[in-house]
C-alpha cells in the first residue's frame, strides 16, 4: 500500500490564482480529512468527508471547497488564492468510523506559498 | 466551542530526563484522545490513543499518557527521553459524534545529546 499520497510538494501561486491539491488513498478507509499547520497554531481541519458524496466543514473551511465523488480521492480547491492561504496542508484518512477510535494516517503535506 | 491547548510551545531537555508534556481540552462530552508526534520531515504518525477502559494509556516508543476525566487532561510522559524523541508532539480531540478532529498548536521538543 502506498498509504496517503499527495501532490504536489511544492507550489507557489499568485493571489487569485486557482489550483486543486490531491490527496489519494489506497487502504479503503471512510473518513478523509484536510488540515492545514500553521506556526503557533497547530493543525486546523478545514474540510472532512465521512465516505463518498459525503463532505462537511470543518474549523477553517472559508476559501477552500471539496468533493469526494470516489472513496479514494478527496481533491481540495482554492478557488481564488490569497496570501492568507500560505500554509503546509496535510490530508489525512482513518478505516471506519463506527467508532471514531481508529487512527488517523496522514499524507506528507503540501507546502503552498500564494505570493 | 471545542479547544485544545498544550501548555508547552518549546520544551529542551537534555538525554536521560524524564519528559511530560501537558494536553487539557475543552468540552463536556464524550472524547477520544490521541496524541501524534511528527518527526522532522516525516508525517505526522500516532504515538497513543485513549478511548475507553484503563486510564493510563501505553504507546510505542516507551510513551504513555493519562487521562484525568475531572481535569479534562490528558499529558503526555515518558520517563527517560532520547535523542530520537527530537520531534513536534500534538494533542488531538475528537468529539464523537461530530467526526471533527480538533489539534493542539503542538509542543516542539528538542533532546540534546
Known amino acids: 500500500n502506498a498509504g496517503v499520497t499527495q501532490t504536489p510538494k511544492f507550489q507557489v501561486l499568485k493571489t487569485g490564482q486557482s489550483m486543486t491539491l490531491q490527496c489519494a488513498q489506497d487502504?479503503?478507509?471512510?473518513?478523509m480529512s484536510w488540515y492545514r499547520q500553521d506556526p503557533g497554531m497547530g493543525l486546523r481541519l478545514i474540510h472532512y468527508?465521512?465516505?463518498?458524496?459525503?463532505?462537511d466543514q470543518g474549523e477553517v473551511p472559508n476559501g477552500y471547497n471539496v468533493s469526494r465523488s470516489t472513496t479514494e480521492d478527496f481533491p481540495l480547491r482554492l478557488l481564488s488564492a490569497a496570501p492568507s492561504q500560505t500554509s503546509v496542508y496535510f490530508c489525512?484518512?482513518?478505516?471506519?468510523?463506527?467508532?471514531?477510535?481508529?487512527?488517523?494516517?496522514f499524507g506528507p503535506g503540501t507546502r503552498l506559498t500564494v505570493l | 466551542a471545542q479547544s485544545v491547548s498544550q501548555h508547552n510551545h518549546h520544551v529542551i531537555l537534555s538525554e536521560a530526563a524524564s519528559l511530560e508534556l501537558g494536553c487539557n481540552y475543552s468540552?463536556?462530552?464524550?472524547?477520544?484522545l490521541f496524541w501524534y508526534v511528527q518527526y522532522p520531515g516525516q508525517h505526522l504518525q500516532l504515538l497513543l490513543k485513549?478511548?475507553?477502559?484503563?486510564?493510563l494509556v501505553k504507546g510505542i516508543k516507551g510513551f504513555e499518557a493519562e487521562f484525568i476525566k475531572s481535569k479534562f487532561s490528558f499529558n503526555l510522559r515518558k520517563p527517560s527521553v532520547q535523542w530520537s524523541d527530537t520531534a513536534e508532539y500534538f494533542c488531538?480531540?475528537?468529539?464523537?459524534?461530530?467526526?471533527?478532529?480538533?489539534f493542539g498548536t503542538g509542543t516542539r521538543l528538542k533532546v540534546l545529546a
Open positions: 468527508s465521512v465516505g463518498a458524496g459525503i463532505t
Open positions: 485513549y478511548f475507553s477502559g484503563d486510564p
Open positions: 487502504m479503503n478507509h471512510e473518513y
Open positions: 468540552y463536556g462530552g464524550t472524547v477520544n
Open positions: 488531538a480531540v475528537n468529539d464523537i459524534g461530530t467526526y471533527k478532529y480538533i
Open positions: 489525512a484518512s482513518s478505516y471506519s468510523l463506527a467508532e471514531q477510535t481508529d487512527t488517523q494516517y
